[in-house]
């Protein structure tokens, strides 16, 4: 069973009662450009019955890995996201999550809440060059000398030995 299901069924026997969540749990929560490092994150979360359910609340972190929108090389960065979701027995969709059979499911929220943390164009750093779309060469690291049609001088030295 999933490390992020958990049963509620102690907390809701007690109006009030809290419960703590902590550790490191793998998790599925790539975006189209990055994902956790490991697959995985830290719970720090606290769970919490209240009239209308169990509240969750708390922060998930660690670091995501991917690569750069430009030169495509490997970037990471911390991932910190804050959680606070209801889950109750008659939820409301796209509002709370369900309590079924006295348990809940945080894999949803916590991917999503991830998901939206993550950056959408990770970069090495906010001036990357990128990679030169004719050579391909990586423009941090090394200057081509492509400028568009005439891309290469040597080329039109070679011109010149053919006429
Ligand atoms: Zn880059
Ligand atoms: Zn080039």
Same mark, same amino acid.
Request: with cysteine.
């Given at each position: 069973m999933s490390e992020l299901y958990a049963d509620v069924a102690d907390l809701l026997a007690r109006p009030g009662a809290r419960a703590t969540r902590r550790g490191r749990v793998p998790i599925d929560a790539s975006s189209a450009a990055v994902r956790p490092t490991d697959d995985a994150v830290e719970l720090d979360l606290t769970l919490e019955h209240v009239t209308d359910g169990i509240v969750v609340h708390g922060t998930v972190s660690g670091t995501w890995q991917g690569a750069c929108s430009r030169c495509l090389e490997p970037v990471s960065g911390p991932l910190s996201v804050t959680v606070r979701e209801l889950f109750e027995k008659e939820a409301v969709e796209g509002e709370t999550f369900p309590i079924t059979d006295d348990a809940i499911d945080l894999e949803l929220p916590l991917r999503d809440a991830i998901v939206l943390d993550l950056p959408t164009v990770p970069l090495c750093?906010? $001036? #990357? @060059? %990128?990679? #030169? =779309?004719? #050579? %391909?060469?990586?423009r941090n690291e090394e200057q081509c000398t #492509?400028? %568009?049609?005439? @891309? $290469? =001088?040597r080329w039109d030295a070679l011109d010149e030995l053919r006429l």
């Amino acid at each position: 069973m999933s490390e992020l299901y958990a049963d509620v069924a102690d907390l809701l026997a007690r109006p009030g009662a809290r419960a703590t969540r902590r550790g490191r749990v793998p998790i599925d929560a790539s975006s189209a450009a990055v994902r956790p490092t490991d697959d995985a994150v830290e719970l720090d979360l606290t769970l919490e019955h209240v009239t209308d359910g169990i509240v969750v609340h708390g922060t998930v972190s660690g670091t995501w890995q991917g690569a750069c929108s430009r030169c495509l090389e490997p970037v990471s960065g911390p991932l910190s996201v804050t959680v606070r979701e209801l889950f109750e027995k008659e939820a409301v969709e796209g509002e709370t999550f369900p309590i079924t059979d006295d348990a809940i499911d945080l894999e949803l929220p916590l991917r999503d809440a991830i998901v939206l943390d993550l950056p959408t164009v990770p970069l090495c750093r906010s $001036d #990357c @060059a %990128g990679l #030169c =779309p004719s #050579c %391909g060469v990586n423009r941090n690291e090394e200057q081509c000398t #492509c400028t %568009g049609e005439h @891309a $290469d =001088p040597r080329w039109d030295a070679l011109d010149e030995l053919r006429l």
